[in-house]
Structures are given as C-alpha cells and as structure tokens.
C-alpha cells in the first residue's frame, strides 16, 4: 500500500496547524496520501519545525526574496515540489496568491481550506466579518484550487454556530477544530482518486451526504408559535 500512496506537498505561512491535522492523518499507512513534503514561504513558520520533528521533509522558498516575481518564486516551489515527486498541493494557511499559470498546472491536484463557509467571506478576516454580518451560522470549506481567490469546486464544508459573545477568536478556535476534520477526510479523497469535477462542481465517489440540520438558534422555547 504504501508505495502507491498519492505523495502530497503541504504548503504553509504560519502555525501550520492544519498541516499537523495532514500529517497526524497520514500517519496511518491505510491513508492514500503521504505528506512527501512541507513547504514554507516564510522560514519562521511554526509549522516547519512540527513537521520536522515528525521526520517529515521540509523546504523554504522566501517569496521575499523574489519580489515582484511571482513566476520566479513559483518556479524554486515547484523545483522543491518535483524534488520531493509530490503530485498534489494542498494548501494549509498559505498566503500567497498564486499565478494563473501555475493554478492551470495543478487543476485538478491542488486544493485548500478556507475558514469561512465560500462563496460567503473569501478573503482574509473571515471571523470578524462574519460577526459583523451577524450570521448564525459560519463554517470552513475544503476545495479544489481554481484562479479566482478562494474558489473552485467544493468538496467539504463544516457549519458552526455564532454563538452570543463570540469574538473572532473564540469563532475561529470553533471553527479551525472543524477544518481540523474535514482537511485530512478531502485530502483522503483527492489521493484516492475518489473526486471528479462535473459542470464546475466535485463530485466524491462513496461519500455519505450528512443527515439532519444544524440550527441556530435553537426554535425553542417562549417565542416559537404554538401550533
Ligand atoms: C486556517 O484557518 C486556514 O483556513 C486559513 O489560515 C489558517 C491557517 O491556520 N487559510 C486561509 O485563510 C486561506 N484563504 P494553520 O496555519 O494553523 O493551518
């Protein structure tokens, strides 16, 4: 099994803890994807040294030093990414946008995840404005990469609730523990080659839809209508 496993880079800025959540998945020899390699544009990600300690291998390519050329920059990534045979990305609190050109060579084999439940909140401070908005429910969103910032074909989502007093920490911790669950479950599929795109949409082979609804707030008590 393991030789035939899908070889993954984990691209990361930061804490890296959704590239943990990868790594701790495919610490089972049955997952289909091994993480091959982590990757970091910045060499102060916290990431890195979890990974590291893990034995797990891990590269920088500074997008500082290649201002104002992102093929530049995407080029040493992708020097690292062919050194290591890695076949999809999957991005994990990556904060670079990525050129067209390099979205085009990966469709299909890159996917990120994304802390809001998209098409609502693309972009960055997704927890202040969805308690800005006052939505009751917010959520994550696993997909595959497209050119647009933050889109392309769903394959996971987890709702929560915005629950009174929140602020965007207590939201984002709420949130994060969710990506936590379906970032490795989407991954696993991607590696599988259980996911195809249809008409712009993804469809995952052997999935069973979620049952039920989440509801917030709870249609309880003194103010719901007596039949
Ligand atoms: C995560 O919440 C991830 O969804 C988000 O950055 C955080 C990284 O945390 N990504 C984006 O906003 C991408 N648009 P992590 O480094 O602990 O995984």
Known sequence: MTGRRARVAVLI????????????AAADPAYPAKIALVLSNRADAAGLAHAAARGVPTAVVESRAFRGDRAGFEAAM??????HDARIIALAGFMRVLTEGF??????????????LLPAFPGLDT???????????HGCTVHLVTAGVDEGPILAQAAVPVLPGDDAASLAAR????????????????????????????????????AGALVNPLPSGAAVPKR
């Open 13 to 24: 800025s930061g804490r890296g803890s959704n590239m943990a959540a990868l790594l701790a």
């Open 78 to 83: 992708e020097a690292e990414i062919a050194r």
């Open 103 to 116: 979205v085009a060579r990966w469709e299909g084999r890159m996917i990120n995840v994304h802390p809001s």
């Open 127 to 137: 927890h202040e404005r969805a308690l800005a908005a006052g939505v009751r429910l």
């Open 175 to 210: 949130v994060l523990e969710q990506e936590h669950r379906i970032y490795p479950a989407a991954l696993g599929w991607l590696a599988a080659g259980r996911v195809r795109v249809e008409d712009g949409r993804a469809l995952v082979d052997g999935v069973a839809p979620a």
